[in-house]
């Protein structure tokens, strides 16, 4: 996972919104769908960024296929950004 690809990802707010819905739980794709006025094709697009930034990840079961927060990635950003905060503590 690169930083470049995380933001990039985030910076769209339809894939924002995928996120703030996976934080409750994992979601079949057509509960995620359900949710937007469009079509299937741009939110599979959507889903497909957020799993290249590595944000998400699927499981299959049975005909489904789910999606849920890879949380390891939102704690990496976490510290990344936690260091800034840390060193303007610092130089006061």
Known sequence: ???????????????????????NGRKSAGEIAAHFDMTNATVSYHLSQLKKASLIYETKNKNYIYYELNISVFEEIMLWISQFREEYNNEK
């Not at 924002?16 to 996976?22: A, D, G, N, P, S």
């Open 1 to 23: 996972m690169g930083f470049a690809e995380t933001f990039k990802a985030l910076a769209d707010s339809n894939r924002r919104e995928i996120l703030m819905m996976l934080k």
